[in-house]
């Protein structure tokens, strides 16, 4: 199947500090690729739709100011977390869709954790 | 709303059938997703369904009641290794594929 490569796999950073978050897909053109944001033990919660060249479309709840995406390419989108809290530490996962009806690929997740 | 029902843990036991059953309500609809993940790591495709009936994969078979609103994941021979939470995941009328909280299976020797 095709290939979805988010990095980096966890981070650690300082509260107030600003992370990034990339989402590739290596052999595949994703026009839409999503942002998941997961709890332990819960859901996957649908952050952001992120479509190659256009804005970034948010779920309802979601701080656009806060959690920056990007979508440069049909390769890449970046998550970028700006002035992190602690309860910004959460597991967070990108995935790239070949388009409707079609299965996602997932990134491998990047634990974020704020101290 | 949109709402997804599954089971939170299920328990069985090695070389057994589990099901796992997922009840959903959704604004429109287009198909449904089954993903396994494992602790940790991002999920893995399993299956979709878009019309009634049973889809059967190896070791893994999917059913789907759209009418019902009804899906269940089968698993056969079940291994230490299938332990793992399986998410139901119903894709709406908009295309837009909403995840439930996912069915803990543990699976023992």
């Known amino acids: 199947g095709a290939v979805v490569s988010q990095h980096p796999s966890r981070v650690i950073c300082k509260s107030g500090t600003s992370v990034k978050i990339e989402c590739r897909s290596l052999d595949f053109q994703a026009t839409t690729m999503f942002w998941y944001r997961q709890f332990p033990k819960k859901s996957l919660m649908l952050m952001a739709t992120s479509n190659e060249g256009s804005k970034a479309t948010y779920e309802q709840g979601v701080e656009k100011d806060k959690f920056l995406i990007n979508h440069a390419s049909l390769t890449l989108s970046t998550l970028t977390v700006t002035s992190a809290h602690p309860e910004d530490s959460s597991f967070y996962i990108c995935?790239?869709?070949?388009?409707?009806?079609?299965?996602?690929?997932f990134g491998q997740g990047t634990r974020l954790t704020v101290v | 709303g949109q709402n997804i029902d599954q089971p939170t843990e299920m328990t069985a036991t090695e070389g057994a059938i589990v099901q796992i059953n997922c009840t959903y309500q959704t604004s429109g609809f287009n198909g449904l997703f089954w993903y396994q993940q494992h602790a940790g790591e991002a999920p893995t495709f399993l299956s979709y369904?878009?019309?009634?009936g049973l889809e059967e994969k190896g070791r893994f078979s999917s059913f789907l009641s759209r009418s019902k609103g009804y899906s269940y994941l089968l698993l056969k021979e079940l291994q230490m290794k299938d332990s793992a939470s399986y998410l139901c995941a119903p894709e709406d009328g908009g295309f837009k594929t909403i995840f439930g909280a996912g069915t803990r299976l543990f699976v023992k020797a």
């Open positions: 995935s790239a869709s070949g388009g409707r009806d079609s299965e996602a690929f």
């Open positions: 369904n878009v019309l009634d």
